[in-house]
């Protein structure tokens, strides 16, 4: 059956249009539009063989999602290519290769109805491996030298973008503990908050109130809702403590910079290091997200995601963890997609 019902030509447009903010800044103009050319060509002619094929048995959703698969692969791929040095005279054709062995192998997948983590790790796989060859068809041609083809066989645009993804989540963690600590303010001992809001002299609670009243510093500046999601993994009490403190507003000279820093190096100090068991949060994480959807809900509300975070949560639903991702990176996309709904 043709999917008809499926509008490729303005699903491809989309596509094309997105790729304009996520090609590489130190691409110049004709680079940028090679990427954006491939992507959104490719994704065309995708999209019209699936809705015109009477002889393939998708539907609309299923061929969505073939396509999308084809514009993302086109995306980091043409990427890949690019930065490989490969002469431009030879891209079209690795991209051609690349396309057709996306194109065929998603048909065979999804016709045989395998898993969607599954069918995502079997098109890396032929994605990576058809890369390979070509440029190793292009050294044994005397084009490129065997330099060059390793050069470009170690291009992972997808693995780099993951890369900057963690980088970045970590740079914001450090600024905004810096942000709060560094506030040019005079240091003074905070006094514990009793239940009804006093605010009593100094007691050998101190510490762990200057503590709690360090974290309420950095609660005020973030989203109420990622909030409460922290605080309820709180002890109640601390909880109650954490809130009343957020409400001062002479929190910042009451707690001081001195005590601040102080509070924050023990508070990093005393995090619980990683553990095998860390990945399996996430997992359990995303399931429990999951549970609450089919697996075609899923697969539109994916989307828009990256090939990666397809891959984390459809492996998840495996009870598997997928190790290409950091858990550190793992655990902040689960919190987007929870989020994001």
Not at 302 to 308: D, S, V
Request: negative net charge; contains cysteine.
């Amino acid at each position: 059956m043709a999917a008809k019902d499926f509008d490729y030509e303005n699903f491809a447009q989309n596509l094309a249009a997105q790729a304009q903010e996520l090609v590489p800044a130190e691409f110049s103009p004709d680079e940028k539009q090679y990427v954006i050319n491939t992507l959104g060509n490719f994704s065309m002619m995708a999209g019209k063989a699936l809705a015109e094929d009477k002889n393939l048995p998708f539907d609309a959703e299923t061929s969505t999602y073939i396509t999308q698969i084809i514009a993302e692969w086109s995306f980091h791929k043409s990427v890949d290519v690019i930065r490989s040095g490969i002469p431009r005279q030879h891209w079209d054709s690795i991209m051609q290769k690349i396309a057709y062995t996306i194109f065929e192998v998603a048909k065979q997948a999804f016709s045989q109805k395998m898993p969607n983590d599954q069918i995502i790790e079997i098109i890396e796989h032929h994605v990576n491996k058809t890369y390979v060859d070509a440029i190793t068809e292009l050294k044994n041609n005397g084009i490129i030298d065997e330099g060059l083809m390793e050069f470009a066989a170690s291009q992972s645009n997808m693995n780099k973008m993951a890369q900057e993804m963690q980088q970045q989540a970590q740079e914001q963690a450090q600024a905004q503990i810096q942000n709060t600590a560094a506030e040019d303010l005079p240091a003074q001992n905070l006094p514990q908050v009793t239940a009804q809001g006093a605010v009593p002299a100094l007691t050998q609670n101190a510490s762990k109130a200057l503590r709690l009243a360090t974290v309420a510093m950095l609660f005020k500046r973030m989203n109420q809702d990622r909030v409460q999601t922290f605080l309820d993994k709180f002890d109640e009490n601390d909880a109650q403590d954490v809130v009343k403190y957020m409400k001062l507003p002479d929190l910042t000279q009451r707690v001081g910079v001195e005590n601040a820093m102080r509070c924050l190096q023990e508070i990093k100090m005393n995090l619980p290091k990683p553990t095998e068991l860390a990945p399996m949060r996430v997992v359990k994480k995303i399931k429990n997200f999951a549970s609450k959807y089919s697996e075609k809900e899923l697969e539109m509300m994916l989307i828009k995601e990256r090939i990666g975070v397809k891959r984390l949560v459809f492996t998840a639903l495996e009870d598997k963890y997928y190790e290409k991702i950091p858990p550190k990176v793992a655990s902040i996309v689960a919190t987007h997609l929870i989020n994001s709904v």
